[in-house]
């Protein structure tokens, strides 16, 4: 038996836009099938090679951080890149490398190694990185290895 599993995000309005600009950003992405019915819409899409469904069904269930989209990027240029895009027009920094994109949904934006510094083994230097961090909306890697020298 196959099973296929996608993680559901509800929207109340936009689904398709959403998901067409989700897919322009995150390479190996497409929309994959987009139905309606009279009150709703239902549009498969993957991002990464990642399946997902938005459900654009009405105002019975609003977004919340609850549930978020984590993107782990190559390089700070990437992070940068992708966290200008979804802020546009209407999206919300927050902390930590947190989100909201223009339709309401929550992201969270790091590159790569910095899970290798905030969960170090050595304490003193996940500590470091993890304060640094903290004072942070878009990640900088940069600055919190620097932060991590500083002893």
Known sequence: ???????????????????????????????????????????DFSLGGVPYQILDAGPMFPQSECVSIAVQTESQAETDWLWSALTADGGQESMCGWL???????????????????LNPDKAVADRAMAAMMQMRRIDIAVIEAAIRKP
């Not at 099973?3 to 995150?26: D, K, M, P, Q």
């Not at 909201?100 to 905030?118: E, M, N, V």
């Open 100 to 118: 909201k994109d223009r339709f309401g949904l929550s992201w969270q934006i790091y590159p790569k190694g910095l899970l290798a510094l905030t």
């Open 1 to 43: 038996m196959t099973h296929s599993i996608r993680t559901v995000l509800w929207f109340n309005g936009r689904g398709r836009e959403a998901a067409a600009f989700y897919c322009s950003l995150i390479p190996d992405s497409r929309v994959e099938r987009a139905v309606g019915g009279d009150s709703f819409d239902v549009i």
